[in-house]
């Protein structure tokens, strides 16, 4: 980063710690940002440190929130007694974009990966046991179709069934507008085994 004077340099390499963010692409960012107005910069400013400062976790869900408890379980519209465990809250901002689903959520914070040293307790596994006290029927577990969700959704599946509580796995299938010619043979099969009568 030589060729560029210390405050610059110094903003190209924040930008570069961000992910997929290569040093082309943040340097593009940083003279985006020596460009802006005193005003704008100021709100870029203040933007980063409003994610830092104001956002927290919902008290029931884990899901991110700027109040006690997020949108979702303060509404009573919502039906508490199914939960969507999900890895994060992109999944859930996903979910929502469907319209599809009038449960609750609780987000995991990530997926079980001894890889990457992280376990069961590392995720927000013991805040989701407490929500099972009587209330919820059903636990729709949607960590992602690889490995490490899988491993996830067997580890929860063995821990909440015990309790009474029925837990069912998100279909996976062929995405709509995919040719079934050119889709994978896993694919295929979880879109066999997740077939439903027509
Ligand atoms: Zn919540």
Redesign the pocket.
Known sequence: MADYIYPVARLIECFRRLPGVGSKSAARMAFGVLEMSPEDAEEFRAAIKGVKEDVRR?S????L?DSD??A??SDPGRDQSVICVVEDSRTVSALERSHEFHG??HVLGGVISPMNGITPDRLNVKELITRLNGTVNEVIIATNPNIEGETTAVYLSKLIRPLGVKVTRLAYGVPVGADLEFADSETLARALEGRREF
């Open positions: 919902c029931v869900c884990c899901d929130c408890k997020c979702v379980c609750t959520y």
